[in-house]
């Protein structure tokens, strides 16, 4: 089956620093990959997502991931941590039956 | 991408009573799901509305405490029944985007259960 792990429960970063958020995927077959962002008392938004097209996925608001096989892996980036980031965001993975399984989240702290 | 609405958004509720939860979706979808997101946790699979037909179940979810209808190819709702504290989360749908590997979400429903 699969599934997503997703490292740290919380993560802090000082503003302007690199934002780095770990997803460890296990999948039988080329996965398609997902990272969902929620912003407090809100719903969730797509931040980007990996279809096998290509391994480095630029999402919404300088957001990007690479897929990397040979490490099971597909981490979130950005280069230059902004205030307005803060949120909780899921690593997902999407299962044959177009269900799509979530990790446990990490929440993103900005430290001013 | 579509555009979903809930209602209500948030109600707080007594025990052994019921809820239903609206979801509107702004194009005809056809898959729609339900979710749940516990306090402080990740969302769950509920089950998939199927238009037409009885919804799928995931485990550890059943019809009688969670039924489910899905009319028509825009809407669905969600009942959460004789509920007890340990209900109290979250709860949202989302609808599948037709080929794109995508889903989107509605902004969620905030249940409390005193």
């Known amino acids: 089956a699969q599934s997503v792990t997703q490292l740290g429960s919380h993560v802090s970063v000082s503003e302007g620093a690199l934002v780095l958020l770990r997803c460890n995927y296990s999948s039988s077959v080329p996965p398609y990959l997902f990272w969902y962002v929620q912003y407090p008392n809100q719903g969730l938004q797509l931040l980007l997502k990996y279809t096998s097209a290509a391994t480095l996925v630029k999402g919404i608001n300088g957001f990007e991931a690479e897929f990397k096989k040979s490490e099971t892996s597909f981490h979130l980036t950005k280069p230059s941590a902004h205030m307005s980031d803060a949120a909780e965001y899921f690593c997902?993975?999407?299962?044959?039956?177009?269900?799509?399984?979530f990790g446990k989240g990490t929440r993103l702290h900005i430290l001013p | 991408s579509a555009v979903i609405s809930q209602k209500p958004s948030r109600d707080i509720c007594q025990r052994g009573t019921s809820l239903t939860i609206q979801c509107q979706v702004d194009s005809q979808v056809t898959m729609m799901f339900w979710y749940r997101q516990q306090p402080g946790q990740s969302l769950t699979l509920i089950a998939t509305a199927n238009q037409g037909s009885e919804a799928t179940y995931e485990s550890g979810f059943v019809i009688d405490k969670f039924p489910i209808s899905r009319p028509n190819l825009t809407f669905s709702t969600l009942t959460v029944s004789n509920m007890s504290p340990e209900d109290s989360s979250i709860y949202l749908c989302?609808?599948?985007?037709?080929?794109?590997?995508?889903?989107?979400f509605g902004p969620g429903t905030r249940l409390t259960v005193t």
């Open positions: 989302s609808v599948g985007s037709g080929g794109l590997n995508e889903q989107y």
């Open positions: 997902a993975v999407e299962n044959r039956d177009d269900k799509i399984i």
